[in-house]
């Protein structure tokens, strides 16, 4: 079966329960799901204030991602929070450590895929995921998004995230709204779909 890594950088949690959601979608297709965790880099006091320790106790235990195990899947999911139109210094570390797997070509063909919150509806979701498919594209990853498959990322109904670039959710100035259901059946349904589409590229069933 086709394994997929979802590696995600969460400062108060949102970004967490996106990846976990896509991991849900990830093992409905039949595929082996992996749950990362990218990084901290701030230091101790920085994180105590803005608040973050807290929140942050419910993915300490996840298992850090290291870089050399990025060519062992089929598929990789980045899900990640926006800094000023770009992905967090600490995504964009994770990422500058990967040149001897550029080097190697040990990336090209498989499947990469991107989800990405904000705090407004309008801050920098398209160019931060422009950002992740530059990475993917100079791996030579084939990226994947969220298709129009996807009803719920329509309509104007209610405040939500979604585009064809990807699941998004957006958390608010102060961080207190959480990924709506539409929002994590997104990542769901994206996660289902980067399988899918692993399974087809690599011949795993």
Not at 3 to 27: C, D, P
Request: proline fraction near 4%.
């Amino acid at each position: 079966m086709a394994k997929v890594l979802i590696a995600f950088y969460s400062t108060y949690g949102h970004n967490y329960l996106m990846a976990k959601a896509a991991a849900e979608g990830v093992q409905s297709a039949g595929a082996t799901a992996d749950l990362r965790r990218i990084p901290e880099t701030l230091p101790a006091e920085v994180l105590e204030k803005m608040h973050a320790v807290e929140a942050q106790k419910a993915f300490a235990g996840v298992p850090a991602v290291a870089v050399d195990q990025l060519a062992g899947y089929d598929a990789i999911v980045i899900v990640t929070p926006t800094r000023f139109g770009g992905v967090p210094a600490q995504v964009q570390t994770f990422f500058d450590q990967t040149g001897q797997l550029w080097f190697g070509g040990a990336l090209i063909g498989k499947v990469g895929s991107a989800m990405v919150s904000t705090a407004t509806q309008h801050g920098g979701q398209e160019t931060t995921f422009g950002s992740i498919h530059n990475f993917f594209l100079h791996h030579g990853l084939v990226v994947v998004g969220l298709p129009g498959s996807f009803q719920g990322q329509f309509g104007l109904e209610a405040v939500k995230g979604g585009s064809p670039y990807g699941a998004t959710t957006i958390a608010g100035t102060d961080g207190s709204r959480l990924p709506a259901e539409v929002e994590l059946e997104a990542a769901r349904f994206q996660g289902k779909h980067v399988a899918t589409l692993a399974a087809k590229l690599t011949g795993k069933r």
